[in-house]
C-alpha cells in the first residue's frame, strides 16, 4: 500500500477534511486528518497498521501507549497485531499521565503511538508520563505525520505518511483574515 492509497482511504472514509480547524496543537489549518473515521473499521485499520509494522517489527518493546483520545484506537489496534500490551495517557488538570489501574514497570521497553502528529506536544506528554514510571522509550510511531518535519523527538520516529499541510499561528491564519468560520475537531480543550 502506497502514500496515495492511504490517502485515498482517508478521503472514502471522510476522514480528510478540508476546512478551517483549530488543531489540538492550538496552530490554524485548512486540513483535519480524522483518524478515528478510518480506525472504526476495523479490517481497515489491521490493514493500514500492517504497512506500519513492516517498518518497526526490528523494535523491541513489550508495551504500546497512545496519548488520548486519537491515539487510543490506533494503538490498541498495533499493539493487537504485534501481540503486545497496549494502554493510554490522559490529561488529568492539564497534565498526561497513567490513569485507570495503568502501571509502568521501572525499565519496561514502550513503543509510543500516535495517530497524527502535528507538533508532537501530545507525544512529548506521552512520553514524559511513561519515563515519570521509570519505563524506558524505545521509539514513536504515528499513521500520519503532518508536521511538515517540524516535530522533532529525542527518539526514532516511524511515521507510516507524511505529508504537507498548512498550519498557520491564529494572529497570522488567512482563513480567520477571511471570516471563514473555525472547527474545533480534536480532543484537546483549547479556547476558540
Do not use: W
Amino acid at each position: 500500500m502506497d502514500k496515495n492509497e492511504i490517502l485515498e482511504i482517508y478521503k472514502r472514509h471522510n476522514a480528510l477534511l478540508k476546512g478551517h480547524f483549530l488543531l489540538s496543537s492550538g496552530l490554524h489549518s485548512d486540513t483535519y486528518l480524522q483518524s478515528a473515521l478510518v480506525m472504526q473499521y476495523p479490517v481497515i485499520a489491521e490493514e493500514i497498521i500492517k504497512e506500519l509494522v513492516k517498518e518497526i517489527y526490528h523494535l523491541n518493546f513489550v508495551t504500546v501507549v497512545s496519548p488520548a483520545i486519537g491515539g487510543i484506537r490506533f494503538g490498541y489496534e498495533l499493539a493487537r497485531i504485534l501481540k503486545k500490551r497496549a494502554i493510554f495517557t490522559e490529561r488529568v488538570d492539564g497534565k498526561m499521565t497513567l490513569r485507570r489501574g495503568f502501571t509502568l514497570e521501572k525499565g519496561e521497553k514502550v513503543l509510543i503511538a500516535e495517530d497524527v502528529v502535528t507538533t508532537g506536544k501530545s507525544t512529548k506528554e506521552c512520553i514524559d508520563a511513561v519515563l515519570e514510571h521509570g519505563a524506558e522509550v524505545v521509539a514513536i510511531c504515528s499513521l500520519i505525520d503532518r508536521s511538515n518535519g517540524n516535530a522533532k523527538f529525542d527518539y526514532e520516529f516511524y511515521p507510516l505518511l507524511r505529508i504537507n499541510v498548512e498550519t498557520y499561528e491564529p494572529e497570522n491564519c488567512p482563513l480567520c483574515k477571511q471570516g471563514v468560520p473555525i472547527e474545533k475537531p480534536g480532543s484537546r480543550f483549547i479556547k476558540k
